[in-house]
């Protein structure tokens, strides 16, 4: 019986953060180990990276699918490969690793066309290989408690959503032409790396993703009105959305609205009550039954729900974070994964995280929302 | 030279709680008196409420055009009339006063037709009359605050808005059929009396003339989507805008919002900074440059400019509210009138009130978001 | 049957805000009418003020003593006085109107020595007068729903308590040597006008106040350091106290703290739960049970206990602010006044307002601090 | 050239939630591997956890003396111990290291008497070997921003400090006699293993920490008043502080505060500004000048000065939390270590971690406020 587990990562080479809280998360709980990695096209960057890791050389690899083959091969190849590169690779990367039995753990968005995520999981099906999109919101405490708190029906019938993702990093790009290649982010403003997409498809899919997270309820269509303020891509986006049974709501995203530094607030509206969560102070909910007063629940105290409280570390008010979200979806991800390599059975439960159900729903989403904008902000379907 | 104002109102019963807001509001600087009224249909009512101030009996009126013509003929008659009565006599009562040569001081919204508005305005000029629309929160000194920091350029350019009203205490009415008529507010969810527009027409019309007021942009067109709920008027809506100039934002109010009691929010975004304005913790503006810690301004420090600071009347940190917002809605009209009657010159900041032109921009507001939210959900020219 | 009052005031002349705060206060339920004053020491401006307010020239006095009498000597007599002058004439004045029969609502603090205090009640016993010291943050709804709560028991019993009042508008005087008479509030630092303390005069009192009345709690004893830093009198003060009962607990005022406005701030904790109220953001009392998620009550709201409720004005969400809570100081002395002139019983809901008791209370409280601090800080009987 | 280092642990074993938090800190950079163990004093425990943690068998001991003595004597021996045991086992198991000369990173409070606590540092300061105190606050970025913002002189010269760190979590031990025994903190309760106080010892020697190091200041005298409720130690404190220098202030700790969860604020006043720093909201830091906006300083924002920024692991408005400031004390602590092992010379910002001096002034702080309370709340050198 297997205890412990070995992954690989594609993309996420010492400079790039996103590679490091990944790799904090899989690590976590001490259960994961990084054993192989093709972590930068920059084969000096490859090499530096995994010597700071103390990999077996040979298990470095200057190609993804050279990875995915030598991995696939070995009887101690790695257990699930980790996909931390710029959107414009997820599809071929995830599909190699796939191809050759691979289970993936894949950044969002999922990949650029809903023919390819939908590929992906047939894929995936065919082989039965799990997969997570990693929408590491539904990794915080709170979020969990919220989809509890909601599915015990506590605010009744979902009547109204109102959803925003806002950040002010990228307003001095407006009006200042393509500058696609000159800042830090600059891949997420170039469509051919980025996607149809920069702000919805970064951060306006957290959005989508967190509100079906929350309340299980599927996008049915959006209004989008996409502001590009110059550049090929979006920085600003404002939608109209109904769900399926007929519930509207907004959602905001926007890299230009000074003052937000990583503004992700959720606020669920129903017949009964409402439910409210802010990122930046990810720890507490905000809960509200009709007619009483708000009611501020923390996360670490005993009336926190028992699915959302298992995936809780520290004792009330010590703060948990991004890191923590981050090793939340990993502990899911790989307690699932050894589960399935000891051949136990896996329920639902133990399937708490995104799948490619997820992920195809917020490719049709990135697209809906462009395609309306495009056409002058019509309705659009997802 | 004149010192003091008397005036008489129409609604506002010794009941309506919004007549005795008006009442103390207008009352505050000791500068204008009530002298005569028409406060009820009910005649017990009418007459219970000119006892209680100790009015003059013979200037307590049954009927507003009796009022208003009474009123015109007395040496000593009122300096100006105000309406506190249902949204459907604000039309009617406003004409009447004006034909009779006397200045109105009109509760939102300004009416229901936009030919309607247009004619009051064309009667208001031709006499020569000012005219106030009770936009109430543009009395408070932190949105003159915003609207001077925005006017100085501190934000840049207008880029991006979103704004909300949200309150819950219609949240009951979901799904239960028409009830207009049986609990307090109910002549607001009844077309008749509330026009075309529960939701919108209440606090929908205080984001549109509270975003106008600070940042002076024109609303170009709005697609809305009202929710009903089964009731014969919207108690949900959630709406994109777009001003001249091109910038987009967000409007969305709600009066089934479990969780908010009466939560106007105003966030304006620009290419340099934002601000944005609470209702419910009035006495302090959120203002930030781009790339700067957001900074919380507090009314009556010495850093408020002196537009805004000119309305404070407590040190910083003791609270002003409604009463106060109204008061200074009364403090400007007042010293206008007063200088009016006194043959002095009016400049552009006497004049800080909102007029005719801002209730006609409300009543286009109310209609096009109806009409759009009635086609579906389009683009519609406000 | 009487409905209507009249009241004098002494100080509070045209240029002094709290005159003019206690003016609208009185006059907001338009049951009570100023009929005569003595506003300034300065017969110019006591003068002004008496025309600006449109009051018989008789009736505007040079002299305190002579308007005692006088006025207790008309058959329409003002029913009583308002004192808004410094705390130094706040002794002389109100013994004089007690002494002519006349009730008092004075500002706090009541006077400068204990015995001055009791001699005003022995008086005021004498003659059977009513008094209010004004100590105006009990005239908030959200003081009153927290003192109601605390007599429910809601947060069992009280085992300690922090409280502060937090100022920085002195904080310029720090190492300036003695500036008492060169700002605005300088009279507020010269012993002779202000008595023993400037800080916990001024601001440290409300704190002791507002304290016991939502509690019921006794100060037994209090170690105090107070700061002059350089100045006559104190501009900071940091205490611990003792109640009766045995509990503890801290209260800190201050005029030097930068980033507090006026921020009194309350927090009492139970055996059983805890309540907190910030005078900042007066309209909601933060209500926690043991073990339970804070909840946040707005007022306005149905669950806000009866006794509480009925100072509400507005609708919940609307701010009630400052002159809210002297109008309800008012709205409390008035009815019980006319209750008394009408011959109707009092009962102790009639008198919910601060009288001498409140009164001594406090001035025991400010010398036992003064007399602390000077002994270097040693535990010292209230 | 050493790129990596190993350590061992005292204490800390599988079930004990602190243990985990260090392991994960010193993990956090992939620079420190866990190598060897003396997790619990029950055998099978501390076998479990060698065995989760995958150690060599022969690491993992049964005695700490044994491991001191076994690891020094190893080639590949730790290069540091951790010490995450109880209190009363801090000083021998430090000075059994430090006398075998391995380096220690132990929690706080250093111990239970300034004698112990002088030998230690007497010990480390002969042998030569660096010794963290984990008063783990001090790892949070924006505590080290408050720092250098007072170093710098931003808010002038310290003239007020006001501290405290409330929780609710024993609230149900009031007047229950002595439960030492049967919870899950019931460690610290008992004198025996927590030493002369609980809550001062626990909770309030981080108040005192975080305020020293923030400002530099050290305390000089104290006036606490500690409440037992029936146990045997202090369930709540409230304290009078003096500083060298003069500056005042007040420190509050609880367990029984209904409604905080973990709640350390610390608020430094300055002649020309103030601070303030909310552990459960740890990513922001309110900084004020004198007359001028509050100002809400973002982590990760391009302000951030320097040397607090070194610390910042994720872009703003990503929350960092609990484990990020235990990380933060291993960086600056592995760092140091690697310099020391590598022959580098360390300079005073390579040993921003809390030494020995500061485990020190913990001692005496707590010795301090139990002596100031026994004798009835009198000022006491600390």
Redesign the interface.
Known sequence: MRK?LSYGMVGGSLNA?IG??H??GA??E?IATLSAGCFSTDSGRNRACGE???LDSERVYDDYIQMAKAEAARADGIDYVVIAAPNNVHYPVAKAFLENGIPVFCEKPLCFEIAQAEELKRIADEKGLPFCVNYSYTGNVMVKEARELIRQGY?GRV??V?A?YL???L??D??KGDQTMNTLSSWRKNPEVAGASNCVGDIGSHIENTVAYMTGLKLKRV?A?L?N?GQLLDL?A???V?FEGGA???F?S?Q????????LTV?I??????I?WV?????VL?????????????R????ISPKAAAFS????????????AFANMYTAWNRALLKRINGEKLTAEDLDFPNLNDGIAGVRFIQAAVKSSKA????TEV
């Open positions: 412990y953060f490091a809280v790799r904090v690590a976590f001490s700071f890791y103390r605010i009547i109204n109102n925003e950040q002010e990093y307003v001095d407006i009006g209004t009105v502001d303020f600003n404002n939608m109209l109904e509207h709501g907004v905001c926007s230009v609205c000074v003052g937000h530094m990583n503004g606020r509206f129903g017949t009964e009550g409402a409210e990122q930046e102070n990810p720890n905000m809960v509200t039954k009709k007619g009483q007063p708000m009611q501020i629940y923390h670490g105290m005993a009336y570390r520290l004792p009330t008010g010590h703060p948990e974070g991004v890191y923590e002058g902000g019509i309705w």
